[in-house]
């Protein structure tokens, strides 16, 4: 009866000790499947609760220093001395990856989170009387994105060289087409001064209304520079002037000092540059006049009574200051040569011409050239495959645009 009661107890303490394991197991198997909806190493957290599980089992206290042991050395990778700092440190980062991202559920109806639960959110919020709050941990929404940028096609990009007449055509065809400008067409007056980009945009927009029957860019210019070997008494004397529409109707005879005292908030005045400053966006104009030419005529007009400047200008005068202070040296006293005056309007280039007429980002990336390509400028253009054809058939149609002639 002794050895038979032995026995009895000896296998009762075995089965204990089994079910203890297999306790420990299945909250092991739990603690990792809730796990594994908010972490992504499956493996290290089910051997972190195989511990918890035996743990909280009621097992052999020997048992549950082996598991606690074992599941150290596992987790970290490390030897019986070091394993418990590293384990800790390690299950520390673990935790710290865990974030509750908050998103509103459907069942809220939508609404924004109130103003004081903008933070980290409870994962119980519902017990506190707020809305229902949708949960998610951080990496799984760093793996979803991850997922959609690779899904998400990247956007096109070609390269093109475009010369300064041909990026005068399209600053033209631009301009032309800008809402603005549609607008001051229809009722009010738009002033085109002469200039060598403007020529461009006298052209394009006297084309629109139907009356640049007898334009010509040629010889729709005030100042001009010429190459240091080029005669400037043989070049021919501008033979058009100043473009003034009124309600879409261009006014014979007329330029800006005409029309200066009479514009008004809702008329425009296009005006070229000489100098690009790109990282500001500022433009100003070289001066030649002791009264400061078209430029000052303009300028009591956009500043006094809120004429809208519009500024027309090519990559190829970009400067590497800024205006103002190139501005500063060349109207100091004792300077010499002309002085320049910084023009308070918008600036308009190719670059804005290409993104207004194609939707797509066009950037300039390099410069230069030669064989006609002197002056160039190499811009990238990004975008759908629908906005970069776009673009693409829109410089294919003024690469054939002749070199301006004054």
Not at 208 to 226: A, E, H, Q
Not at 275 to 280: E, M, N, P, R, S
Request: aromatic share 6%; glycine share 10%.
């Amino acid at each position: 009866m002794v050895l038979l009661a032995s026995r009895l107890l000896r296998l009762g303490a075995f089965l204990a000790v089994v079910f203890a394991v297999l306790a420990g197991l299945f909250v092991a198997v739990v603690f990792a499947v809730l796990a594994e909806l908010f972490f992504a190493d499956f493996l290290a957290v089910f051997f972190l609760a195989v511990f918890l599980g035996a743990f909280f089992a009621e097992a052999d206290a020997v048992f549950r220093g082996l598991a606690f042991l074992a599941t150290i050395v596992i987790l970290t990778q490390h030897n019986p001395g070091d394993a418990l700092g590293v384990a800790m440190k390690s299950t520390i980062n673990e935790t710290e990856k865990y974030r509750f991202v908050p998103r509103v559920c459907q069942a809220s109806g939508g609404k924004n989170l109130p103003p004081d639960r903008t933070g980290p959110q409870d994962p119980f919020p519902s017990l506190m009387g707020h809305h229902t709050i949708c949960l998610r941990s951080r990496r799984n929404a760093a793996r979803n994105e991850s997922q959609d940028h690779a899904d998400r096609k990247a956007p096109d990009m070609k390269q093109f060289v475009i010369t300064p007449a041909m990026g005068k055509r399209l600053i033209g065809k631009a301009v032309a087409a800008r809402p603005d400008v549609r607008a001051v067409l229809r009722k009010g007056t738009l002033v085109i001064v002469a200039g060598t980009t403007n020529a461009y945009v006298a052209q394009e927009v006297l084309a629109l209304v139907g009356g640049g029957g007898s334009f010509t860019p040629r010889g729709f210019r005030r100042g001009i520079v010429l190459p240091p070997d080029v005669d400037a008494s043989r070049i021919p004397a501008p033979t058009e002037r100043d473009v003034v529409l009124v309600d879409g109707v261009p006014q014979e005879g007329e330029e800006i000092f005409d029309v200066a005292d009479d514009l008004r908030a809702g008329d425009m005045i296009v005006k070229g540059a000489n100098a690009l400053h790109l990282g500001t966006r500022r433009a100003a104009v070289l001066v030649g006049h002791p009264q400061t030419g078209t430029a000052g005529a303009a300028i009591p007009a956009v500043v006094g009574r809120r004429v809208k400047l519009l500024v027309p200008v090519g990559l190829e005068k970009r400067v590497e200051a800024d205006v103002a202070d190139l501005a500063g040296r060349l109207n100091a006293p004792g300077a010499t040569g002309p002085r320049m005056l910084v023009l308070p309007g918008e600036v308009f280039t190719e670059l804005d011409a290409i993104a207004a007429l194609s939707g797509a980002e066009a950037r300039l990336v390099a410069a230069g050239g030669v064989c006609g390509a002197e002056g160039a400028v190499w811009i990238a253009v990004t975008g759908s495959d629908e906005q970069v054809a776009t673009a693409e058939t829109l410089i294919a149609g003024v690469a054939d645009e002749p070199p301006c002639r004054p």
